[in-house]
């Protein structure tokens, strides 16, 4: 079975850096486009960052500071989060779409197909 688990999380300062991984596996890992999105307490589901056959997409919040990534076999994704701010705290998930979609539509958590069970990420100030 499909399978996205999540890993990296943690407690750090503000100022401070994270990286965090998305292992693929059961058949997702041959994908068109990994992606991250975040959710804070109280707050709806917002899109990160992601990384497709095509490119790259940030959200002009963390533009400059996250870098996403993917490895050779294309099974795992990054996050790499530095300079990191409180209001970055949020359960972080990963997401899979298998088929090509526009860059614009790969913003959206419609686009896709599986989900991980999330990783937490709390910055203190």
């Known amino acids: 079975q499909v399978q996205l688990v999540e890993s990296g999380g943690g407690l750090v300062q503000a100022g401070g850096s994270l990286r965090l991984s998305c292992a693929a596996s059961g058949g997702a890992e041959r994908n068109y486009a990994m992606a991250w999105f975040r959710q804070a307490p109280g707050k709806e589901r917002e899109f990160v960052a992601v990384?497709?056959?095509?490119?790259?997409n940030y959200a002009d919040s963390v533009k400059g500071r996250f870098t996403v990534s993917r490895d050779g076999a294309k099974n795992t994704v990054f996050l790499q989060m530095n300079s990191l701010k409180p209001e970055d705290t949020a359960v972080y998930y990963c997401a899979v779409r298998l088929t090509w979609a526009a860059v614009a539509y790969l913003t959206s958590g419609r686009a896709y197909d599986y989900w991980g069970q999330g990783t937490q990420v709390s910055v203190s100030s």
């Open positions: 990384v497709s056959r095509d490119g790259y």
